[in-house]
């Protein structure tokens, strides 16, 4: 099985400040890495995956993660919030076959004007 | 296209109630998967379905059931319902060989 921990349950930032939300997986096996908006009252939108290749995934809203193997780290960054972009984040795994998403408990992002 | 719908969207249950929420997914997807998602909490997998057969089952009682119909919508089943059931209950859809995962808006049970 799979599990994910997401260091910071929130993170308070600054208009236009960078932002790292931190995620760490554990798995015996081969993963997809993932990550998840969420806006209040609403589902999940996919901002980013993470499947094969290069390490370096960029997704939508001009957000960014990079998969690294050795620390099993999958942290999303952001070098320019906006308010728009305060949301509940969660970091997810799968095994290849993509039957079951393992997903951290979310950090809370707000974006201070 | 439309994406994932759910219905319905609110729903208020009192304990030892039965409930069932469906799920419609996204255009060209055959797989279903059903989370719980409780406040504050990450959503949990509850089971997977495809080809109309449970696939794959997380962590959960067997109060909770499902079904998949031949056009690929999916029914989530909770009986005997219990406080602690009270949560966000979210359907994702995706295709097979895909590992991308569609959520839909959810439906928010409440279980008084």
């Known amino acids: 099985a799979q599990s994910v921990t997401q260091l910071d349950s929130q993170v308070p930032v600054f208009e236009e400040a960078p932002v790292e939300l931190r995620c760490n997986y554990s798995?015996?096996?081969?993963?997809?890495l993932f990550w998840y908006v969420q806006y209040p009252n609403q589902g999940l939108q996919l901002l980013l995956k993470y499947l094969s290749g290069s390490t370096l995934v960029k997704g939508i809203n001009g957000f960014e993660a990079e998969f690294n193997k050795s620390q099993t780290s999958f942290h999303l960054r952001k070098p320019s919030v906006h308010i728009s972009d305060t949301a509940e984040y969660f970091c997810?795994?799968?095994?290849?076959?993509?039957?079951?998403?393992?997903f951290g408990t979310g950090t809370s992002l707000t974006v201070i004007p | 296209d439309a994406g994932v719908t759910q219905s319905p969207t609110h729903l208020i249950k009192t304990r030892g109630q039965q409930v069932t929420l469906r799920c419609s997914p996204k255009s060209g997807h055959d797989t279903v998967s059903w989370y719980q998602q409780a406040l504050g909490q990450g959503p949990q997998f509850i089971f997977q379905y495809y080809e109309e057969e449970e696939r794959q089952r997380g962590n959960f009682p067997d109060r909770f059931s499902g079904h998949q119909f031949p056009n690929y919508s999916s029914e989530l089943n909770v009986n005997a319902l219990l406080l602690g059931d009270s949560a966000l209950y979210l359907c994702?859809?995706?295709?097979?060989?895909?590992?991308?995962?569609?959520f839909g808006p959810g439906t928010r049970l409440t279980v008084l």
């Open positions: 994702a859809s995706s295709f097979q060989g895909r590992n991308e995962q569609f």
């Open positions: 798995s015996s096996v081969s993963v997809y």
């Open positions: 997810a795994v799968s095994d290849r076959t993509g039957n079951q998403f393992y």
